[in-house]
């Protein structure tokens, strides 16, 4: 499935966040968003994910006129994993997880061993089916958002984005969601913040820098010491890294 964000616009307030940024994710690619703290990246996604409104643009998923479609159509489709994911309710893992079966459900449907099947596959493919009778509340934050991730791979989406979702997690967890995400052979569309993740995962990079595209290309195009220091006021060399064989990244001021 390929999404194409067209001329997209948001304003919050009387300020203009993004303004006229279009990205294209072919299908089965992974593409990531970087840029520093609030230069829209997140805003973005959040306009493509239905949860903020633009101003202007058009959202397409194939040919899903994303924004003119319903939430639970939309949701059949597209998958979501946040940044911050914190709930005033417990559940187990097992029925958090049985949450993403909701979109593809009638009111008042109850659960099928169809559900019970696809859950433990997304249960198993998080590595939580040890897991799934713990306490949501419970859990670290790489716990818990993994069992995100799980919920939302639950759906069956043909599409996810992921917004930010390793932003606070210690490195061992930022490469289990990211692999996980990966692995699923769908069409991703990411914020990160991590540039040797966004090297070593994404296949295709936008860089935004104060609410436009001022990069894109492959990760050995966009991620280079000029462009690094244009976006964070910062000195870098690149290298190869010998574990990854991947870009590395050493910093200076």
């Known amino acids: 499935m390929q999404l194409i964000a067209k001329d997209m616009g948001i304003k919050i307030g009387k300020k203009e966040i993004v303004k006229d940024i279009s990205i294209l994710v072919k299908k089965q690619q992974f593409v990531g968003l970087i840029g520093p703290n609030g230069c829209g990246k997140s805003t973005l996604l959040k306009s493509i994910y239905k949860s903020l409104s633009p101003h202007k643009g058009t959202v397409l998923l194939d040919d899903m006129d994303v924004l003119k479609t319903s939430e639970k ?17 417990d559940l187990t893992v097992h029925q958090m997880v049985m949450l993403g079966r909701t979109p593809h459900k009638k009111m008042l449907e ?40 799980a919920r939302t791979i639950a759906q069956q ?21 990211l692999s996980c995400v990966r692995n699923l052979q769908i069409g991703v569309l990411a914020a990160l913040h991590d540039l040797e993740m966004a090297a070593h995962y994404c296949d295709y990079l936008y860089a935004i820098k104060d609410g436009e595209v001022y990069a894109q290309g492959t990760p050995e195009e966009v991620l280079t010491p000029d462009t ?14 010998p574990v990854t064989n991947g870009l590395g990244f050493a910093y200076g001021v």
């Not at 099947?117 to 790489?142: C, H, P, Q, W």
């Not at 992921?162 to 930022?174: K, S």
């Not at 690094?228 to 890294?241: R, S």
């Open 73 to 89: 159509k939309v949701s059949q489709q597209l998958g979501v994993v946040g940044q911050f994911n914190e709930v005033n309710f």
């Open 228 to 241: 690094v220091e244009a976006l964070y006021k910062i000195k870098c060399q690149t290298f190869i890294n």
């Open 157 to 177: 989406p043909k599409f996810m984005i992921l917004d930010e979702p390793t932003n606070h997690l210690d490195i061992r967890y930022q490469i289990e969601i």
């Open 110 to 149: 109850s659960d099928k061993q169809e559900d019970f099947m696809i859950v433990e596959e997304s249960l198993a493919r998080t590595n939580l089916l040890d897991y799934k009778d713990r306490s949501f509340l419970s859990l670290s934050g790489g716990e818990k958002q993994r069992v995100i991730l």
